[in-house]
């Protein structure tokens, strides 16, 4: 008789065990979590189908609210289709890896017919080549800096399988440096940025998003080459407003065990705002952040917003 598969809440309790704030451990100059690292080979060798979506990211940057506006659009704004399973499983994450039996994404995405939708955190650098031979659709969300960092060191404190944040001053210090899961913010974003004309890539931002989500939701609907009718796209920009996703449990992350996300430290789903940096940094860690900040851009000019 066959197993019945764990569910992704029965695999991670399951290991336990084996679970730990992993280290960093750099490939080709991007540190990344260190079981990451250590499959690296066949991570980068993934092929996926020319049919294949990526939604690619920094971390902390608008995610999961953009695979869950594309999972919607794909499905034609069918809410209990989209609840069929949590994020993790719906749209997996290309490069995780974590201690058997959780599966990693490669895992979960062998099983899966295209088209795939998939997540990434990879820096543009480090995305397999075949999503470029193949021409897939690749989405990137960026997000302002500041509201950036301030979301992953919340994130740091409560997922328990990433580095400790440490104090806030050397969390800013450690962003500024690149020495966070993924390495550099500002490579990543340039990355991306640099390529988006040549590579097709839609890039948006998380406080465009913020401001005008109908907006951003048709602009991702032409980017797929979707045509929803307008009630549908107005019950899309509903069911993923903050307020909604907050309190969808297949989509606030609370299938992820305490084990791994404590969220009695930080919810996942923490504020969702632009402009909760002005809350974390003293005026003199802006003036510093913002004089680093000049420097490390200066070869690019992306329209970021730090409030709307
Ligand atoms: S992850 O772990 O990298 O996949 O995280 P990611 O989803 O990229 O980012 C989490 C932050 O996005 C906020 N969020 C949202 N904001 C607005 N609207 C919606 N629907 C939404 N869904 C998630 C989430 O609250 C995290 O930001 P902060 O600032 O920490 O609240």
Same mark, same amino acid.
């Given at each position: 008789?066959?197993?019945?598969?764990?569910?992704?809440?029965?695999?991670?309790?399951?290991?336990?065990?084996?679970?730990?704030?992993?280290?960093?451990?750099?490939?080709?100059?991007?540190?990344?979590?260190?079981?990451?690292?250590?499959?690296?080979?066949?991570?980068?060798?993934?092929?996926?189908?020319?049919?294949?979506?990526?939604?690619?990211?920094?971390? %902390?940057?608008?995610?999961?609210?953009?695979?869950?506006?594309?999972?919607?659009?794909?499905?034609?704004?069918?809410?209990? +289709?989209?609840?069929?399973?949590?994020?993790?499983?719906?749209?997996?994450?290309?490069?995780?890896?974590?201690?058997?039996?959780?599966?990693?994404?490669?895992?979960?995405?062998? #099983?899966?017919?295209?088209?795939?939708?998939?997540?990434?955190?990879?820096?543009?650098?480090?995305?397999?080549?075949? #999503?470029?031979?193949?021409?897939?659709?690749? +989405?990137?969300?960026?997000?302002?800096?500041?509201?950036?960092?301030?979301?992953?060191?919340?994130?740091?404190?409560?997922?328990?399988?990433?580095?400790?944040?440490?104090?806030?001053?050397?969390?800013?210090?450690?962003?500024?440096?690149?020495?966070?899961?993924?390495?550099?913010?500002?490579?990543?974003?340039?990355?991306?940025?640099?390529?988006?004309?040549?590579?097709?890539?839609?890039?948006?931002?998380?406080?465009?998003? %913020?401001?005008?989500?109908?907006?951003?939701?048709?602009?991702?609907?032409?980017?797929?080459?979707?045509?929803?009718?307008?009630?549908? +796209?107005? %019950? +899309?920009?509903?069911?993923?407003? #903050? %307020?909604?996703?907050?309190?969808?449990?297949?989509?606030?992350?609370?299938?992820?065990?305490?084990?791994? !996300?404590?969220?009695?430290?930080?919810?996942?789903?923490?504020?969702?705002?632009?402009?909760?940096?002005?809350?974390?940094?003293?005026?003199?860690?802006?003036?510093? #952040?913002?004089?680093?900040?000049?420097?490390?851009?200066?070869?690019?000019?992306?329209? !970021?917003?730090?409030?709307?």
């Amino acid at each position: 008789m066959e197993e019945t598969p764990l569910s992704y809440e029965e695999a991670i309790n399951k290991a336990a065990g084996s679970l730990t704030r992993f280290p960093l451990t750099e490939v080709q100059g991007v540190p990344l979590m260190s079981p990451i690292a250590g499959q690296w080979s066949s991570i980068s060798a993934f092929c996926p189908d020319p049919s294949d979506l990526l939604i690619a990211t920094y971390p %902390k940057a608008g995610t999961t609210w953009t695979q869950e506006i594309v999972d919607l659009l794909l499905h034609n704004g069918d809410e209990e +289709i989209c609840k069929r399973a949590p994020t993790v499983e719906r749209i997996p994450f290309l490069e995780i890896q974590a201690p058997p039996p959780i599966p990693s994404g490669l895992q979960l995405l062998k #099983f899966m017919k295209p088209p795939r939708v998939i997540k990434t955190h990879l820096p543009i650098q480090l995305v397999p080549e075949g #999503f470029w031979e193949n021409k897939c659709k690749v +989405i990137y969300v960026a997000r302002n800096a500041k509201d950036n960092l301030v979301s992953y060191y919340h994130f740091d404190r409560m997922n328990l399988t990433q580095p400790e944040p440490g104090p806030w001053d050397g969390y800013i210090q450690k962003f500024m440096r690149g020495n966070l899961g993924w390495g550099s913010w500002y490579d990543h974003v340039k990355g991306y940025w640099k390529e988006r004309e040549k590579r097709n890539i839609l890039y948006l931002f998380y406080e465009d998003m %913020k401001e005008n989500p109908r907006r951003e939701v048709e602009r991702i609907m032409h980017y797929l080459d979707l045509s929803l009718s307008d009630d549908i +796209i107005d %019950k +899309i920009v509903q069911l993923t407003s #903050f %307020k909604v996703m907050k309190d969808n449990p297949m989509a606030n992350y609370t299938f992820i065990p305490k084990i791994v !996300f404590d969220q009695s430290i930080s919810e996942f789903m923490r504020k969702g705002e632009v402009g909760d940096w002005t809350n974390h940094f003293t005026p003199a860690q802006s003036q510093m #952040f913002d004089e680093d900040y000049k420097r490390q851009m200066a070869d690019v000019d992306i329209p !970021f917003r730090t409030s709307i």
